[in-house]
Nanobody
């Protein structure tokens, strides 16, 4: 079975950094595309960064240059390093996985992510 669990969220000042972690199964890392998504208050959920099963990373335009997605295959963990955070980054962040998934880096739209974690809250203050 595929099980995902996020951690690492919290409250930081503008300009600060956080690293989110998603614990996943070995099967998930080897056969699924994975990614990080977020939903801010009053807004639709959007893609932030994805990592294909073969290793290719993709980033939303808003995340490029600030966020880095990576994985530790030996420990079955997916990471999202977030630097230079601002209030617009405040959201619930979710880890997800799926087969034949799609992510539009310009609009943040996504499709085909079938398994989701419960989310971890990120709050950035001025």
């Amino acid at each position: 079975q595929v099980q995902l669990a996020e951690s690492g969220g919290g409250s930081v000042q503008s300009g600060g950094s956080l690293r989110l972690s998603c614990t996943a199964s070995e099967y998930t890392h080897s056969r699924y595309n994975m990614g990080w998504f977020r939903q801010a208050p009053g807004k639709e959920r959007e893609g932030v960064a994805t990592l294909a099963h073969h290793g290719t990373a993709s980033y939303a335009d808003s995340a490029k240059g600030r966020f880095t997605i990576s994985r530790d295959s030996d420990k079955f963990i997916l990471y999202l390093q977030m630097n230079n955070l601002g209030p617009d980054d405040t959201a619930m962040y979710y880890c997800a996985a799926g087969v034949a998934a799609n992510f539009n880096t310009r609009t943040g739209a996504y499709y085909g992510y079938n398994y989701w974690g419960q989310g971890t809250q990120v709050t950035v203050s001025s």
